[in-house]
């Protein structure tokens, strides 16, 4: 098992997100190593925009339950709150459909 998401905040047709949220998930063994980066935006070169990390990537052993999002939510502090509460919103939904799917996401989310 070994697969990427990317979430990002709303905005315009046309226009680059202010910030991304990148998941990824890997098998390490019977233990799943989780992956969080946040990325915001920097700028855009010939229309591509350009992402810059807002700090160490967080990585979480294991399955993923209610202590681990709260790991999560504390390391969007660095957005905006609109938009940290948009990203762990999008972020819940994500984990429910990865749980439907098999992934090692505790029920309790």
Same mark, same amino acid.
């Given at each position: 098992?070994?697969?990427?998401?990317?979430?990002?905040?709303?905005?315009?047709?046309? !226009? #680059?997100?202010?910030?991304?949220?990148?998941l990824a998930c890997a098998a390490a063994g019977p233990t799943p190593i989780w992956v969080v980066a946040l990325r915001g935006l920097v700028r855009q070169v010939h229309g591509?925009?350009?992402? !810059? #990390?807002m700090g160490d990537q967080l990585v979480l052993a294991g399955d993923l339950d209610a202590r681990a999002l709260k790991a999560i939510e504390r390391y969007l502090r660095p957005v905006p709150i609109t938009a940290a509460n948009e990203l762990a919103e999008?972020?819940?939904?994500?984990?429910?459909r990865l749980r439907a799917e098999g992934y090692p996401i505790s029920p309790d989310l």
């Open positions: 098992m070994g697969k990427r998401w990317r979430i990002e905040t709303t905005h315009s047709e046309g !226009q #680059p997100a202010a910030f991304q949220l990148q591509q925009p350009i992402y !810059q #990390p999008q972020l819940r939904a994500v984990l429910g």
